[in-house]
């Protein structure tokens, strides 16, 4: 990955954890003000396809309450939650969201781990994605998730955006009378090991979701 312009920008952030906070929660996460989210998590060391909403939310609790994410889930949370308070929050500097801000984002997140994608259980993923009802299916882990879970489900794909050099994808799913669409885009802790680190991916996915606002392919308001 290249590096791309990190523009400063200084917008204004709801306290999370406040009494205003929980109480547009609803409101936040209904469709059409801002899209309900499923993350597809790869992980290559495993084979397992498992439904991890519930230990996310159970992490995003505890730091809320003034505990901290535990060992084996920061890499992957801390990140998933920043993007997350950022599209619910227009938050467009990372370095406002620490994270209690971080936690307050997974509240409003689906998550499920489904190893290899080529071998995950494809009729377990569809069932989660009905359940959670996503406008946004983001498939973290390009080559581990999105282009073999397009093979899973028999997805074609189309170009996004080619912002700073990287070509990002799009596909869309339709299931029953409802569409999801899911996003080509990095597994969260590739921000530890890519040039830009967490900043540029958290540019790169905010940069990915605008784009989709524009082609309307998200009810974004």
């Not at 899973?152 to 596909?171: A, I, K, M, N, Q």
Request: glycine residues 8%.
């Amino acid at each position: 990955m290249t590096r791309g312009p990190h523009e400063a920008e200084s917008p204004t952030v709801t306290s999370p954890g406040s009494t205003a906070d929980n109480a547009i929660l609803d409101e936040l996460t209904h469709v059409g003000t801002r899209p309900r989210l499923l993350f597809l998590l790869g992980e290559s060391r495993s084979t397992d396809t498992e439904d991890v909403t519930q230990r996310i939310q159970a992490e995003a609790e505890n730091v809320i309450s003034g505990g901290s994410f535990s060992p084996a889930w920061e890499r992957t949370l801390r990140p998933l939650g920043t993007w997350s308070y950022a599209l619910h929050h227009r938050v467009r500097d990372l370095y406002l969201i620490g994270d209690a801000a971080a936690a307050t984002g997974l509240r409003y997140v689906s998550a499920m781990s489904i190893g290899k994608a080529s071998q995950c259980d494809s009729a377990m993923v569809k069932q989660a994605i009905e359940r959670a009802e996503p406008e946004l299916i983001v498939c973290a882990g390009c080559e581990a998730v999105y282009w073999p879970l397009l093979g899973r489900l028999e997805l074609g794909h189309d170009l996004l955006t080619t912002v700073y050099g990287e070509p990002v994808y799009y596909s869309t799913l339709q299931w029953g009378e409802r569409r999801s669409v899911l996003l080509h885009f990095w597994h969260p802790s590739q921000g530890y090991f890519t040039k830009g680190g967490h900043h540029y991916l958290f540019k790169l996915f905010m940069h990915a979701y605008d784009a989709l606002c524009r082609k309307r392919l998200l009810t974004c308001s």
